[in-house]
């Protein structure tokens, strides 16, 4: 269990870099849609939330990148990040079957995320 919470902060930094990357999607929204969800999107509306959402999940990962840096806040930055990754994943099992050979890569690497935070919670329970 100690392995765990002595390492978790090396997959907050690699995820948190990764999940940062999100960031192009606010300059970038078409390259984004296209890239995670092979769609194109037409109007207004869906750049604007394609840009939202891209700056959400890129503050997220720099989130995780803070964790690296400061043991006090890994636990609730896990928290937050690895609740968002699950509403992710759950949202596109229940209503993007059709986005999932696309997304697969950031669902598998999200699906990771959750499941070492996870075993990180059960970790700090059992170590005190």
């Keep these: 269990m100690n392995f765990i919470i002595n390492n978790i902060k090396w997959l907050m930094l690699v995820s948190g870099i990764l999940t940062a990357t ?6 970038s929204p078409q390259f984004i849609l296209e890239s995670m969800f092979g769609a194109v999107f037409e109007g207004d509306l ?3 939330v394609i840009r939202s959402w891209s ?7 720099l989130m995780l990148v803070y964790g690296f840096f400061k043991e006090k806040y890994r636990a609730f930055i896990l928290l937050i990040a690895a609740s968002s990754k699950l509403i992710f994943i759950a949202l596109v099992l229940l209503y993007g079957q059709a986005y999932l050979a696309t997304a697969l890569s950031a669902i598998i690497m999200d699906c990771a995320v959750v499941l070492v935070s996870l075993s990180y919670f059960g970790a700090l329970k059992y170590s005190k």
Excluded: H, P, T
């Design 55 to 61: 700056a959400l999940i890129g503050l997220i990962g």
């Design 46 to 48: 869906e750049n604007i």
């Design 22 to 27: 999100m960031f192009y999607g606010v300059f």
